[in-house]
Each structure stands twice: as C-alpha cells, then as structure tokens.
C-alpha cells in the first residue's frame, strides 16, 4: 500500500501529515482545490469545497488532476463516492458563460443545453434575461451581471465569466522600486490577478498586500478605487502607495467621515460607503465618479453586505480583494467568488515564514487566579456583567506589570476592552492610552514615537483592531478581548505579530482569569491560533509573579 | 391435454427427466403421480409462464417462432424461419458473389456456423425443459405454450380468432369486398393468408392507412380508434382506418381497439417473425479499469461503508430513533443520520436497510417503539473490518429489501420510509447477483475476446484460410493475468439483461438493476463501475470460486487492501489526536471516551474538551493515567496545553462530591456520634462520619432507627466508602437475539430429491399404465423395528429405488402391512408408491410399526 502524507476524510477534509517527506509537493498539488482550514504543528487540515473545487477550475485545473493528486498522495484508498463528487462538481463549472456578443450584447451561452434550460426554469433567473438567442444562449441585460452570477452559483451553475472589462481611464502608475523590491510572490500575486481579470489573492498577514494592489495598480495603468476598513487603514494606504508607487499627494484622494476627496486614485472607507440617510446610500455615486479602471477590495473577509450589493453593479471594472483568509464568519464565501471572482492566488505559508516574509509567535495564555472574594463577587455578578469583572480583575494589572519587566529592552503593546482598566494599567506603567476619544492626529503621533521607539510601552483600546501598522511591537499582552467573532479578534492578534527588523520572534501573552467565562473565550483563542501554527503555552500567573 | 406431449415424456430417458424437474423443480412439489400428472404439471400456464422467463432472446424467439408456425413442423424450415431473422441472414451470404475475397466472406460463414451451433444447442435445450417435443421431423410446442404466448413476437392474434365475434352477415360482406365468396371466418382467413391478395389490398390503401399498418407490423398490433365496430364496406371507406377496416387488415376486438391479423402482420414483416435477432449475447464492453486501481477505490469505499455502519449504530445506541406506528423510520430520522454521516440521504437509506437485514439493529425498546441495535451488533463490532463487511455484503446480497425506494410514494401515494415492513420486491436478490454475476462475465468475455484476438493474431501470422472458430478457449489463469477490468455502461447491463430475460424485461426490473449498482458501488463490491476482486468473491456463482470458501475468500482478498490497524495517534497544540488509520481496540476504545471524534474517515480526528476529559474521569481514569496514556501513544511530545487541560480538568474534577444516602444521622454533639461509630453493634449499619456532626447510612432510615434504638439511641446517611459513582454511557439493547429475515437462496432441489422425484413418477406411471392390481402384502407381521433403524432403512430405499415391506397403523389404530416403494422423506412423513393400494400415499413416519426388506 502506498505511504502517501495525505489522508481523505469521508467529510471532504484532507488531513496532511506535515513531516511526511512527501509533504511539500503534496501542498503544491493539493493547494488549488483544497481551502487550508487548520494548520496545527503535525496534521494540517485542508477542506475541499465547491468554491474550492471551482476555483481550482477557474485557475485552470481540470478533475482528472485533482483525482490524481488525491489518488497519488492519498495514504489510503479514496472513496470512490468522493472521487464522482469532485468531478461532478467541477464539471458543472463553466457549462454556462457570460460572454460578449458583437450584436446582442451580455449574453449567457451554454454549451450544454440541458443546464441552460435548467438554469432559465428559475423564476428568479427570468425577469435577468432578455431575448433567447437560438437553442444554446440567451441576451442578459447589462445590469444584471453581478445578480445573475450569485444566482446561477446559489443554482449550482457558476458561470465564467468571459464578458471583459472596460478600460476605465487611463492614468498613469508605476511601482517605484528605489531601495527596495518586489518580492517574488508579490509579484506572481499581481500577475496571476491581471491574467485572470479579477478575482481574491489570499495572503497571511504580514505579508504585504498593500504592496499588492500598488502593483495591480501598475498592471491596470488606470485609475483606481480603494476600498479599505477604516480610516487609519486608510491613512496608511496612501503612505504606502506614496512611497512605493510613482503617484504624488496630489493623485491620491481620500474619501472616509473627514475627507470628501475624488482624484484619480481614492481610497474610500467601507463604512463611508454604507452610511444611509433616508434608507439611501448618499456616497454611492462615488462609484460612477470617474470611469474607474481597477478596484481594490482590502480585507474582502470583512466586506459588508451592502458593498456586496453595489459591487454587483460593477461587473465590466476589474476588482482585486486582498485577504488574509477566504473564510467567512458569515458564509458568503459565494458572493466573494461571483461577485469580486474566483481565488487567484494562494500563497505558500509555511515558505514565506520559512523565507522570513513572516515572523514565527509564541503565544502565551497567563492564567490568573481570582481571590476568594473576587470569586463570590463573580458567582453574584449578572450575567452581562460576568465578562467584564473577570476580565478587569486587579490581579491582571500586576501580572501584566510583571510580564512587562519580563521584557525591558522590547517593545509592548498592551491591548484591552475597558477604558477604566487600560487607564489604570497606563497609570501603573505610565504609558500612553489610546482610546476611542484619542484625536486622529494625536493617534498617529503616538504611533510613530512608539515606531521610532521614543516610547516602549503603549497601552491601546479595540481601536487598534484593524490595519494599523506597529511593527516593532515584538510583545503584545492582551488584558482583555471582544468577545465576539473569534475570526476576527484572531484576526486583530495576527496583526500585531509582523516581522521584525531584528529578525526575532513575536510574543503574545494573554491574561485570563482562572474558571470564569475568560477562559472559555481564551479556549477558542487558544484553538484558533494553534490551528493557525502559532506555539501556544499555558502558564500560572504565580509563575511570573515568582519569576519576577 | 395432449396425450402425444404425456407419450413423449414417458419415452424420455431417465436422466433427461432428471435433467427437466432438475431445471423445472416446481414440476415436483409435489411429486405427481405419474407422468400424465407430471405432464400436466410442464404444461399448466404457470409452469410454463416461469420457464420462459428464465430464456433468453434466442431462445425465446425460437419458442414464438415454433408457436407461430404451424405444428408440427420439422427442424429445417423451422430453422429457415429463425435465420430470417438475423441482422445478417446467413441464406444471404450463400447469395453473396463469389468474387468476394475468402477473407471478407469469413465473417458470415462464421456468423453462420455460430447460428447454427445455438441453434441446436436451443432446440436441445428447448426439449430438455419440455416447452417443444417431438422429434427433429415434427417438433411441437407444449401445450399451453400457445395460450401462454398471447403475443408471440408481438403479433396478433389469427384472423380466425380476430373475426371470430363478427357475424355472418359482416363477414359475407368482407369476403365479398376482398374479391373471395363465403360467409365464414375460415374463408376470411384462407384469403388474408394468400399473398397476392394482400399485395393486392395493401396497393389499394393510402398512404397514411398504410402508414398506419406499418406502425402495427412490428408490435404491438393492437390501436385504439374510437368506435372500433363501425361497419364499413370498402366503397363508403373514408378514413385510413375505415379503409383498412373494410378490407380485413384491422379487426376490431373491442368497442375501441383494434388488432392487426396475424397473416397481415406476418406478410407485412416480410416473411419474419423476428428481426436483429442475434444468437450470441450483445457485447458487455466498458471502460477498461487498472484492475489494482478498481479493487483499491472499491476496499476504500468498503471501508468508509463498514464506518458509516458503525457510526449508525453508536448514535442509535444512546439515541434511537422511534419506530413509525406502521413500522420504518421516519424522513426526519433518517434525515439526522444522513446528517450524521454526511451522506445524501439514499446511502443513509441504504446503510440503515443493510445494518438491518444484517441483524445489527431491530425494534426494540418498550414495546418494539425504538430503533435499536441488536446483542448481534456487539458481536460484529469486535470482529475485523473485512469480516464485517462481508457480513454486510452478504446482507445486502440476499435481502429483499429495496433500498432505492424510500421516499417514494406507493400505489395508495403513501411515503415509502426505510425500514418499512413493505419495502421489498421479491425479485430484489436475483436482480442483484444477475447483475453482478453480469459484471463478472463481462470480465471473463472481455479476457476470451482477447485471448480470442490473440489466438487469431497468432493464426493469421501462421498464414490466411484458417478459419476463426467460436468459443476460443481461455486460458484458465487469464481472468486473473489482466490488469484491467472493463466497467461496463447500465445501458449495455440493461441491453444484456434484456437480452438474456426478455420476458422479465421492464421498467420496475431495471430500476433494481440501477439500484444494485449504485449500491454496489457504495458498498465497495464494485469500483469505479467495474466489479472487484473481493465484490467477485462474494458472488454465489463466482466462476472458478470454492464452494463454502467464498465468503472466507472475499475477506481474505479484501483485508490486504484496508489499512492496517494502528497503535499512536498525533497530538496537537489545538487540543486534536489524529490517528492516521484505524486504531487498534484498546487505544480507539480509549480515545472515544476522552475525546469527541471531530471527522472520520481513513483517519480520525478526535478532539480533546474539557467536558470530554470530565467524561474520562468521571470513568475512573486518574489525570496521571491519562497523561501515561498520551504519551505511550503518541510519536511526538505531549503538547503543553493538552498537558494543562488534563491536570485542570483533573484539579477541579470530584473536588465536590456527591452520594446517594437513604438516611442520615445528625447530632450536635460530636461525641454522641464517636459513640455510634465506636459501638460495635452499628458495623452492620454500614455507618459513615461525614462532618464531626453528621453521619450517613445506606440503610434506609426504618432499619437506622430500630437499629440505633436496639442501641439504645434515637435515631438517621452518603455514599460509604466515598466512591466516586462511576458513570456509564446510557448503552442500549433489544431484548432478544435479532431475527433478521433468512437469505433467499437459489438453489434448486438437490440431485438425490431430483432422483427420488423421477423414480416416484416413474413408479406411479408404471402403476398408472400397468393399471395393475394391488399387491397383496406377505403374510405375517413385519417385525417391529426401532425409529432410527426405520429411518435409516427408509433412507437406504429411497436412495436405491427400491421395495421395502411396512407395518403400519392406520388412522383407525389397525396394524396392515404394505408393500411400498420409498420416493422421499421429509417433514415425519413418508411419500411412497403403495403396491398394495396401488397409489401414491404420505405415511406418517411415527406410525409406521418396522421396515423390511421384500424378499424377491
């Protein structure tokens, strides 16, 4: 029997046993049709889906490789049940195309008459369609490209989309590579993204996406609509793009609550985009502002449903997303695949960490114990107020005090939910607190002092939770989380741990209170960072206190 | 009855009797008397309805042909008329010019010499079942062959018999618009049978009318118009169907329905009966399948089939779903087990149907209310994987049950639902082994047509002329040299099967054989369309299989291809043990108690939790153990967390304790207590000092008060010796062993009952033609005997055909004496020809006083 690294689970996961000597190519073979799920020190856990499946046939992959690289590095015989599965499913994208036709327009062709029948019973289909042009295809109206695409994938149907894009207006961009370069998945990232006209690259953090989209932009030549997550991620868009790409200040406009500014290149605020007066989107029409040639989705994970909505109507303008994970805690993976397009690129993770794209963590949980008065005070506390008692308990502040002494020559970011303990803690530390009410300005200003290590330790609420760039941060001590999507506080965890200029790895303790509802929200922390391959440990707060 | 068909019989040799109730064993239950009785028998519609539908198209055809033609009929016209209808009529190839080159014509005088060896072969065979006797010169159908044949090839039925309601007067009228004189429907007949006149009737039709007939020619002959016995004379004939009314070519045989004569239809096939008759079966080709390729995909899919089986069964046992009141499962229950399994819902179908006739679940419960699994499951879970599977296979192989059918509406549109006592079709394992046994053929027929190739390769490299023969032999080993094997199309399996069954032929017939390859395939008998080496096995008539070894062999054939059962599992920092394969019992027992499996498959995933290690404890299992146990399993370090989830979970685990006590004594002063536990008379209270002022008893608080008032005390209890409780997972069984339904078997009679039967007839037709006269029995008393030595006696004479002398009280309790000839024993009763009475009789065994041998 063969000893292949790769066993296949009956529920469509594949287990890869990561020190199999095998193990790399089996990665490479397995990676365009397999979404990675977990990525634990021994056994990752890929899971092929359909989007996966199709994604592998929009990237050009036919069945018979897929069955093969199972079949060949399977350890034991595939089921054969899943084996009709992937090519049933494979096959049945494609069967339809939107294409463009000299006379008629947007049109849905089919080279397999039966799904095009199929697909036109649907009364939600109908009222998107125009005239039946002969047996084999049907005018769709212009407008509906977008809508059709979600429906006809919700049908089982993907249809690829062939139809182009305009060119938008031209302008000019070019990477300026003075002192620095393109790294060389960087550069496959944009390429495989222009080849395929639109579609998600799919990078850890860390890894440069911003860099990215300035060279899809150097691709498009054309201007360009940024859509980023807020306003400090937008900020730090256009100091990226200033440096290094060709465009000056005066190209880049920002379109976030401050600003209202529409120039050739304008990154606008997801939120922005989906405020409504009235029930109506006042800042839709930043949309047809200019004829723009190219959009960039950053952190499509994240995209909100409106966007989604109005992303429909943009189906003839190239669109790039840029994300860490394809995973949606709201399972609209479809809308990113018909809407935006299908996964274009996929990086190799454990290469660029073994490259040093990214910085290897340790991950610390610091368990606190609560004192017997504490602990009758927490059994009484309502409900709603259980968190934040045990997550604020003053015992926390001296483990934390202790965790910091621990690292006297480093960098530390001590991240919290509540305002009062954080004050506390900058008082106790005396450290800078930056929270909701911090003024933008002041903000940045106390980013870049902490960058340029004019301050050691900086104390920041959940405003810090997306796209703010703190490099030197090589300690990160959480007091206290949301307790919300662990996707997305994961997430915000992932992002403090960069590389280093020193090269070294990160640290990232976590403060938990002992047997309160703390720790169970640590539990699925804990889970998620070690199925991402983060080294996680477990320690008593006694032990630091002692070590102190 | 025809006495010719009952002479004819009688002249057959024994062993071609033998040979007829061997292949007909319904002739002999029972066993007639005579071979006017067993003639009869070979000639009552339902005999003959069941023979015939165990031929295939050849064969069948020859029968409608010989019961279409005029009886009797000698061999050579019969045969004429049978190799009309070939595709390629070998009389044509006779006609062929001879300018054609040897080797072009090679391929008909094959045809043509393969014809005529299955021609033979059927009309043999035809006479051994007794459905045409009579010698080459004048062969006949059996009676009652005709009646049952209503259709033979879809014609219809004579014109004697079609005008035979019409009354004199209408049929004056058609003889005389036919050109012919006479008022009966024999005349009619006489002139429909005359082809020039059809010639000429069928020139003078329109072209739809003519059109229409066309239509009818080749079956079926009956249509529906409205008021079919309009009576119409060929100068008022309007319509196309008027037309052909007034001149006889349709009759009507009801208000509605008319029906073209069988001359009609004869003349209008041409002279043929049947067309594209071909003698040899149609080709099974298919995808050629890597034979190692084929039997991997299939041992994988039998190992994910055997998991699912097992996964139904744990969840059933701490989970049952409810029995429908009519009986099944209900469309939500199976629903959750497709869930469970992640399957669609007609493999949830099938896995519930096979775990059922495999007797691994039942009803059961209160009142037969739950879906339980069986004391038998416990016995097949324990066994190894491939001799579970093969104990499902074997389940599904035979059972009547019909898998495909749930969800399904019945004739009274009730949903079908698994498990439902209806869900079956008798015809459900035939279906199954005919297909699969059809699989396996194709395999042998694809390695014979290559060895065949091979053969004439060889030849023609030898030099031309030399003739290709029919029926290369095959090298015994080529079947397992091949290192493909060909998946062939369900439509080649359907054309194949309608070919070799042709009167068994329809839709509900075919969708059974589609379910059976579906099924097959989930199972893992077949792979990637092709049967496997051990689905092969399985089969009951496996070419070049053992007998009673067949089982055993599919096992064996099927266990070097699963994975082999593993003792360490990979822990990891995410709380997961993925074991790579199955694991040995003692570890996979081990790790479903401390750890939820997250995904099965050719691994498994289990997760550690916090709830999952309490259950562990709570089994008895201390933190220090399980910790051991990790790591004598584990190729790699125990992650750090998974260490810390134990020992905290372990740390809080039974630091609060709870105990069940009926009584409790309670006392503020303490040393009142220490007295009570100091007093010797309390040991067998079974006392125990909680806290300094309680103390818990097991006995119930009645016995506590009068023992510690017998003390001299007033009176009152946890657990005693301070045990944890060790709880167990609520497990459940039925009641009773499983009583799953037996398999259906095929097998005929065995050779000694055949035997017996044919010396029974034999013995009662020899009574029968002699008409003799009783025997008078020897005087004297049989000497008693004891039942064995009458058993084993009986037994010897039966199986040597010959007489034995009884004693025997009959049901007024007088002893006679009988001379008989034994023919079969079985149920306490002995049937046998009575010399004596001159007529087969049952004889109670229990009465019949001694046995011994006829003096001659």
Redesign the interface.
Known sequence: ?ADGPL???????L?L?VDHEQADACRKAIAPFAELE?A????H?YRITPLALWNARAAGHDAEQVIDAL?GF????????L?VDIAETMARYGRLRLEKHPLHGLVLTSTDRAVLEEVLRSKKVQPMLGERLGDDGVAVHPSERGNIKQLLLKLGWPAEDLAGYVDGEHHPITLAEDGWELRSYQREAAEAFWHGGSGVVVLPCGAGKTIVGAAAMAHARATTLILVTNTVSAHQWKQELLRRTSLTEDEIGEYTGSKKEIRPVTIATYQVMTTRRQGVYKHLELFDARDWGLIIYDEVHLLPAPIFRMTADLQARRRVGLTATLVREDGREGDVFSLIGPKRYDAPWKEMENQGWIAPADCVEVRVTLGDEERLAYAMAEAEERYRFCATTPSKTRVTEALVRRHPDEQVLIIGQYIDQLDELGEHLDAPVIKGETKVKERERLFQAFRDKEIRVLVVSKVANFSIDLPEASVAIQVSGTFGSRQEEAQRLGRVLRPKSGGGGARFYSVVSR?TVDQEFAAHR??FL??QGY????IDADDVLAGD | MSTDFAEWLRARSDEQLRELVALRPELITPVPAHVEGLAGRASSPSAIGRVLDRLDRFTFAVVETIAVLPSPIACAPLRDQVARALPEAPGAADTATTDTTAAATATPITAASVFEARFRETLDRLRTLALVYGPDEALAPAPGVREVLDAPAGLGPPAAEVFRHHHRERLAELIEDLGGTGDSREELAALLADRETLTRLLGEVSPQARAALDELAWGPAGGRVPNARREVRLAAAQSPIEQLLARALLGATGEESVVLPREVGLFLRGGRIHRDLSPVPPPLGGVERDRA?VD??????A??FT??VEELCERWSADPPGVLRGGGLAVRDLKRVAAL???PEW?AGLIVEVAHAAGLVAAGGAVDGEWLPTPGYDAWKVRTTEDRWVALATAWLTMDRVPGMIGERDERDRLRSALHPDLRHPAAPEVRVTTLNLLAAAAETATAETAAHEAQETRAARGRGARKTAGAIVPAGAAGARTTVPAPTPEAIRERLAWEQPRRRGAHRDRLMEFTLREA??I?IT??GALSGHGRALLPAAPGGEGGSRTASAAELLA??L?EPLDHV???????A?A??PLTGELSRWLALAADVE?????T?YRFCERSIRRALDAGQGADEMLAMLERHST?PV???LG?LVADVAR?HGRMRIGTASAYVRCDDPSVLDEVMADRRSAPLRLRRLAPTVIASKTSRATLVDSLRAMGYAPVAESLDGDVIITQLDVRRTEGPPQPRGPVTFTGPDADVIAAAVRAVRAGDAAHQARRRPVDAPAGQVPRSPASATITALREAIRQGSQVWIGYLDSQGNATSRILEPARMEGGYLTAYDETRAAVHRFALHRITGVSELQA
């Open positions: 029997m066993i296949v689970q009956s529920d469509k996961t287990l046993e977990r634990p020190e021994h056994v856990t079949i399977s350890r034991y015989p595939v089921p054969h049940a084996l047997d804990q889970r070690a199925e080294a996680y440990q477990i | 390729r991997l995909t299939a041992a994988g899919q190992f994910a998991r699912a399994l992640d399957l493999v395939e989930q893992g792979g990637l070097p291809l994975p990979l822990l990891q920092a995410d709380l997961t993925v790579p394969g995904s099965t498959g050719g691994a995933v790699t992650p750090q967390p810390y809080r």
